[in-house]
Each structure stands twice: as structure tokens, then as C-alpha cells.
């Protein structure tokens, strides 16, 4: 089972919006609708910022929204501010033997 | 507070044993499945398996089947993961972490311990 694939990196300025994208294939992000973002700031250990494709959890940012087209999801950071400067990884559900897989990761600098 | 706490970072030699914790509180610890995840120096997270500390049914990652053991105490809200014979390519942070829905719609990991360090070195 190979990771998920992201963008090593991507930026942008304050106020601006960027989308991370995380392409599976159908046995993963394409076959179901398991698919979690984490972000994780130098240093930390990662924090779940959405899961089930779409959903924030409780203390969440409404700034950060998910969604999904056929076998890539896609994590999409608005209003960009500086403490959003992390990596951020996608998982998956997989079905393979492998149960769960996560993505490459994707610096994201604010500039 | 649901929190999950890590022991601390480990120095040891390739060849020596290891058996690292990680302890639940603030929710029912035998409900939820523990996952670990592994992220070498410099490197994404790699799922390593998970346990359901309710009866110990346990699932690996074929890439650490083998390789690893994880283990859980219910009783005092502890999960390990443990190695018999480190290598230096074990060197790594591991975190532990818990799976919110059941283990079919992971991994939706929520809260995530603090990691523990693991150096092997000669």
C-alpha cells in the first residue's frame, strides 16, 4: 500500500485561501468516505482538523473545510493566517490488508 | 479532559529490548481503539497498528507486522508497543493515539499523545 499523494509544499499569503489536495485511488479516498486531515506544527504531535471528508471537529476553526472528488480529497485553508504555517498530513480508510494509510505530507508557509 | 500521556524518550542500543506506554484518561479506555503511528527524523507518519483494549484484538500494518508488539492493561488504562530486538532504523518518534469511530471508519485519530522519542545507537 503507498502513501496517499500531497504536494510538498504550498503557500500563500495572510488573508488568502489555499487547497491541499491527497490523491488515493478507489481501494482508499475513492472507496470511502474515511478521509481525516492533521495538522501538526514543528515540534507537536498531530491534531485532527477534519474527518469523515467534511467534518471539524468541536474547537475547530471554520477556516479549515474538506471535500472530495472521485479518488482525491482535498483540505482547504481560508484566510490564511500565520499559525496555520504546519505540515499537514490525509489518511484514509484503505482496503487493502493494510487497514489505514496516511498521505505524504505538505509544508504549508504563510508569507 | 480526554488526554493520552507517553512515557518518556529512550536511548538504547541495537539488539536491546523496548517496551514503550501510553496512558489513557478522562474517557473509557476499554471503548476506544488505540492506534501507534511511527514518524522517522525528518519524515511523514506511517501507521504502525492498533489495539481494542476491551478484549486486545489487535491489527498491524503488514509493514510492521513482525516487527513490533502492541499490547494493552486495561486495568490501568495503558497501552504499550514493544520491540524485542531494536534496529538503528527503529530510531523514530512514536505517538500513540485514539481512533474515535470503530476501526472500519478510521483513521480518525483524536487525541493524539505527546510521542516518545526512541534513539537506537551502538
Known amino acids: 500500500q503507498s502513501a496517499l499523494t500531497q504536494p510538498a509544499s504550498v503557500s500563500g499569503s495572510p488573508g488568502q485561501s489555499i487547497t491541499i489536495s491527497c490523491t488515493g485511488t478507489s481501494s482508499d479516498v475513492g472507496g470511502y468516505n474515511y478521509v481525516s486531515w492533521y495538522q501538526q506544527h514543528p515540534g507537536k504531535a498531530p491534531k485532527l482538523m477534519i474527518y469523515d471528508v467534511s467534518n471539524r471537529p468541536s474547537g475547530v476553526s471554520n477556516r479549515f473545510s474538506g471535500s472530495k472528488s472521485g479518488n482525491t480529497a482535498s483540505l482547504t485553508i481560508s484566510g490564511l493566517q500565520a499559525e496555520d504555517e504546519a505540515d499537514y498530513y490525509c489518511s484514509s480508510y484503505t482496503s487493502s490488508s493494510t487497514f489505514y494509510v496516511f498521505g505524504t505530507g505538505t509544508k504549508v508557509t504563510v508569507l | 479532559e480526554v488526554q493520552l500521556v507517553q512515557s518518556g524518550a529512550e536511548v538504547k542500543k541495537p539488539g536491546e529490548s523496548l517496551k514503550i506506554s501510553c496512558k489513557g484518561s478522562?474517557?473509557?479506555?476499554?471503548?476506544?481503539?488505540i492506534g501507534w503511528v511511527r514518524q522517522m527524523p525528518g519524515k511523514g507518519l506511517e501507521w504502525m497498528g492498533i489495539?481494542?483494549?476491551?478484549?486486545?484484538?489487535?491489527r498491524y500494518s503488514p509493514s510492521f507486522q513482525g516487527q513490533v508488539t502492541i499490547s494493552a492493561d486495561k486495568s490501568i488504562s495503558t497501552a504499550y508497543l514493544q520491540w524485542s530486538s531494536l534496529k538503528a532504523s527503529d530510531t523514530a518518534m512514536y505517538y500513540c493515539a485514539r481512533q474515535l469511530g470503530s476501526l472500519l471508519t478510521g483513521p480518525t485519530f483524536d487525541p493524539w499523545g505527546q510521542g516518545t522519542l526512541v534513539t537506537v545507537s551502538s
Open positions: 489495539i481494542y483494549p476491551g478484549d486486545s484484538d489487535t
Open positions: 478522562g474517557y473509557s479506555f476499554t471503548s476506544y481503539w
